[in-house]
């Protein structure tokens, strides 16, 4: 690495530009390689073990257990005695899972009941003793930076508030310049809220008040409030049930204050019974939503974000950015994901980078965000070809909308998902997902045919990871496109390859030349 802590290019490699050299090859990403995390909760007890690119990783494993640790904590000062015992049974389990996986020594931390608990430390020590984990207990303002963190893992440009609910607390904290700012707890979680008196009305000023004093501490916050914790998510499906939104991918779904308004009278409305079946969430979590949307209603009206933000990412995912050196932290997540999948999955790794100079000027003045997409989709374009030709379209696209990528939201999601398909089918009609394609305008929808088209013909070309295949001109004012193909590429231009380039002139309305180039 050079004294700016960014890697040294390799001889011959060309620049990756803005992009940056992917890192999850050096040392300091491959320890980060398989990771396991123990969040200890007041509701529930969550393993975690990440692995695959570091800077985004996938999940490995993933296993809660709902252990209401905090369940009556208020009146008796104590763990709940079942919740206790479950989550020792639960952590025992996780760590010999996690030894088996090779993610041990675990990283565990336990937040909100068992720092409060007048027995929580005799918990920590009965914890190590039986199972060999040691549990570190942190402090609310702790608590809000992890999950503040969390959220940088999967938005490195980030800013607004951040809002994590646990059991028993809710926290918040400012982001902005990949920075973690003020940050502040509260006893606002559910598990708390049930033990106030005076019913309904008794917590409404319990709520009102606490949030008060959240305001009087970080001030006025207008910009994107990013929603971390179990409840923030069971509400935010139960949005997707009632707006009859097509994908159900969780990350990065937004909501308006409009939208929380409408939704939590749909849950006071409706059968908790039904509604827990229709949008898949455990009894367990259904008992607490109630409770979390009353908090939800008084934070939005008090803060008054300008748009709402879903993370999956919270403390679990901080822990492991906070483990990260800041060349690795700065690397953009989906880039990292896609050249790791570039690496492990496709047939000739190293093959994306050449597809992608290869297509480019077709996206010649394209702005950095719609590059980023053309570029993962270029690393990404071969690493489903294991499964069936029929279905290869489809698993391409549901890939893209649905796999653990971080850094995009559902329009680039769908985006990436269209050039994908296209990259091993001409046509977009007749899928089963033809209702996701409303996220993208027309204009959209045919730069992505376009992006995925290109693939498709560039990947006849194919030579090797660092070949020449020739280059692309295109002159969109005219609407010309030349090939210049090198005297190497100029046999692999049969009939196919022929074909599909006049399918990628067809959706750019181009007319062609071909030339072969000394």
């Not at 300091?28 to 390689?33: G, H, N, T």
């Not at 963190?149 to 800013?159: D, S």
């Not at 030579?463 to 030349?482: F, I, M, N, S, Y």
Request: proline content about 4%; hydrophobic content about 40%; aromatic content about 8%.
């Amino acid at each position: 690495m050079d004294a700016n802590n960014e890697p040294a290019a390799h001889a011959g490699e060309p620049d990756w530009g803005p992009f940056g050299r992917p890192l999850f090859n050096d040392a300091a990403a491959r320890a980060l390689s398989r990771v396991g995390v123990v969040d200890v909760g007041s509701n529930s007890v969550r393993l975690v073990v990440f692995d695959g690119a570091a800077r985004s990783p996938a999940y490995f494993y993933n296993e809660k257990i709902m252990c209401a640790l905090g369940a009556g904590l208020s009146d008796t000062g104590r763990l709940n005695p079942e919740g206790r015992r479950r989550a020792l049974a639960a952590i025992h389990r996780f760590q010999l899972l996690a030894r088996g996986m090779g993610a041990t020594p675990l990283t565990a931390v336990a937040t909100a009941a068992v720092r409060e608990a007048e027995d929580g430390a005799d918990f920590v020590a009965e914890v190590e003793k039986q199972t060999g984990v040691r549990v570190h207990v942190i402090d609310g303002k702790q608590e809000a930076r992890l999950s503040a963190q969390g959220v940088l893992l999967g938005w490195p440009g980030a800013y607004g508030l951040i809002c994590d609910i646990g059991g028993s607390s809710m926290e918040l904290a400012e982001i902005a310049g990949g920075e973690v700012g003020r940050a502040e707890t509260s006893a606002l979680g559910p598990l708390k809220l049930a033990d106030v008196k005076g019913g309904k009305k008794g917590r409404r000023a319990h709520i009102k008040a606490e949030i008060a004093k959240l305001q009087e501490a970080l001030g006025t916050q207008r910009n994107r409030m990013f929603l971390v914790g179990g409840s923030w998510r069971a509400i935010a499906r139960i949005d997707m049930e009632r707006q009859g939104y097509p994908m159900h991918v969780l990350h990065e779904y937004r909501m308006t204050a409009t939208a929380v308004r409408e939704t939590v009278k749909f849950i006071e409305e409706s059968d908790a019974s039904d509604l827990r079946s229709r949008c898949g969430i455990s009894g367990a979590r259904m008992s607490l939503v109630p409770l979390a949307a009353e908090v939800l209603l008084e934070v939005v009206r008090a803060f008054r974000p300008h748009d709402i933000a879903i993370s999956s990412y919270g403390i679990r995912e901080g822990l492991l950015y906070g483990q990260m050196p800041q060349a690795l932290r700065d690397r953009d997540p989906l880039i990292e994901a896609a050249r790791f999948s570039d690496n492990k999955d496709s047939r000739i790794p190293g093959f994306g980078r050449v597809l992608y100079t290869f297509i480019k000027p077709l996206f010649h003045g394209a702005k950095p965000e719609k590059m980023r997409l053309v570029k993962a989709a270029c690393l990404m374009h071969d690493v489903n070809w294991r499964a069936h030709p029929d279905y290869r379209a489809e698993v391409c696209f549901e890939t893209a909308t649905r796999a653990n990528l971080g850094g995009m939201n559902h329009p680039e999601r769908v985006f990436l998902g269209v050039a994908l398909l296209h990259r091993y089918k001409n046509k977009r009609s007749g899928t089963h997902f033809e209702n996701l394609y409303d996220f993208l305008d027309e204009k959209e929808l045919l730069q992505a045919e376009v992006l995925g088209k290109a693939m498709r013909f560039g990947a006849m070309l194919w030579l090797e990871k660092d070949a020449d295949p020739g280059e692309l001109v295109w002159q969109p004012k005219k609407r010309h496109l030349t090939l210049k193909l090198s005297r190497a590429a100029w046999p692999l231009f049969g009939e196919v390859a022929q074909a599909r380039f006049a399918s990628l002139a067809s959706s750019l309305n181009a007319t062609t030349q071909i030339d072969v180039r000394d």
